[in-house]
């Protein structure tokens, strides 16, 4: 919270008063709420408005099926993975979610943790993996859940960003500018939304997901 300076009935004095931030913009949005005016790139279920240059759009694509498993938005120090999944009206698929990756986390040795971020509570997650020289290293990252009206996307922000509030805005920005499309179709909670590659975005390699 700011501070702005403002007068008192006596016109040598001043007094602070205390000045709410603007709350950051509320995101990911449903597709009824797409801001007209951005420019975004269609993957089907979810619609990724155009990142910044210092980002790179890619999409982790099965080999065998060709069906688009994640959207990446890949940056030098950092990624971050979204998928959207169905869910109930008034669902709340993230507190089974967290539950579920907690677990995973402490079966590949890994530790766990929540926290509060700016998208309500999240994970932040710390797990050994082999680093490209072949020596140990630890790989951090934040599991981020977001409800919408019969949707559910979880985003996981891994590198420096998960680490770093300021290299993290530029993903989370990104996270925020996201818009769902879900469709009139019965689906259980928490199939994934189907996706498509358009030319614009390139299958993921290895050396993105690092």
Same mark, same amino acid.
């Given at each position: 919270?700011?501070?702005?300076?403002?007068?008192?009935?006596?016109?040598?004095?001043?007094?602070?008063?205390?000045?709410?931030?603007?709350?950051?913009?509320?995101?990911?949005?449903?597709?009824?709420?797409l801001d007209p005016d951005a420019v975004f790139i269609d993957?089907?279920?979810?619609?990724?408005?155009?990142?910044?240059?210092?980002?790179?759009?890619?999409?982790?694509?099965?080999?065998?099926?060709?069906?688009?498993?994640?959207?990446? $938005?890949? %940056?030098?120090?950092?990624?971050?993975?979204?998928? @959207?999944?169905?869910?109930? !009206?008034?669902?709340? +698929?993230w507190a089974d979610a967290r539950r579920e990756i907690a677990?995973?986390?402490?079966?590949?040795?890994?530790?766990?943790?929540?926290?509060?971020?700016?998208?309500?509570?999240?994970?932040?997650c710390e797990v050994p993996v082999t680093a490209p020289d072949?020596?140990?290293?630890?790989?951090?990252?934040?599991?981020?859940?977001?409800?919408?009206?019969?949707?559910?996307?979880?985003?996981?922000?891994?590198?420096?960003?998960?680490?770093?509030?300021?290299?993290?805005?530029?993903?989370?920005?990104? $996270?925020? %500018?996201?818009?769902?499309?879900?469709?009139?179709? @019965?689906?259980?909670?928490? !199939?994934?939304?189907? +996706?498509?590659?358009?030319?614009?975005?390139?299958?993921?390699?290895?050396?993105?997901?690092?």
């Amino acid at each position: 919270m700011r501070l702005r300076r403002k007068q008192a009935d006596d016109a040598h004095d001043e007094i602070e008063v205390p000045v709410a931030e603007p709350a950051a913009p509320a995101g990911p949005v449903d597709i009824e709420d797409l801001d007209p005016d951005a420019v975004f790139i269609d993957l089907g279920s979810m619609l990724v408005r155009q990142p910044p240059t210092e980002l790179d759009l890619c999409l982790q694509v099965d080999e065998e099926s060709g069906e688009v498993m994640t959207v990446l $938005l890949v %940056g030098e120090d950092g990624v971050l993975e979204m998928r @959207a999944f169905s869910s109930a !009206r008034g669902g709340d +698929l993230w507190a089974d979610a967290r539950r579920e990756i907690a677990a995973d986390t402490t079966r590949r040795g890994g530790t766990s943790r929540e926290q509060e971020g700016p998208f309500g509570t999240e994970l932040y997650c710390e797990v050994p993996v082999t680093a490209p020289d072949g020596s140990g290293a630890i790989q951090p990252s934040r599991v981020i859940g977001c409800t919408g009206p019969r949707w559910f996307v979880r985003a996981t922000l891994a590198g420096l960003p998960a680490q770093d509030t300021d290299a993290a805005v530029m993903f989370e920005d990104a $996270l925020r %500018g996201l818009a769902v499309r879900r469709g009139n179709e @019965a689906m259980p909670p928490g !199939r994934p939304l189907p +996706l498509h590659l358009p030319p614009e975005a390139r299958p993921a390699t290895d050396e993105d997901l690092g």
